[in-house]
């Protein structure tokens, strides 16, 4: 199954943030695939420890791309 969130940073009514944004979109993935096992493909952006350790603590595999010059 294919899914896909595509988010931007716009004013739109009961627009909050990105980070508030994003996190629901990985609540509602959670939901939405249950016990199923998944894996989170994400562009930059997406690349900040808070993100990360949510996906660490759910225990789910996950791939970002980085910019050239990002370092981890």
């Known amino acids: 199954m294919l899914f896909q969130f595509v988010r931007m940073p716009v004013s739109e009514e009961g627009f909050d ?3 508030v944004e994003t996190y629901e979109d990985l609540n509602q ?3 939405m695939f249950g016990d199923k096992k998944y894996i989170i493909v994400m562009y930059r952006g997406y690349d900040s420890n808070k993100i990360i ?3 660490q603590e759910r225990n789910v595999k996950y791939i970002i ?3 050239d010059k990002q370092r981890i």
């Open 53 to 55: 350790k949510i996906l």
């Open 29 to 31: 993935v959670d939901q």
């Open 17 to 19: 943030s990105v980070n």
């Open 65 to 67: 791309c980085l910019p």
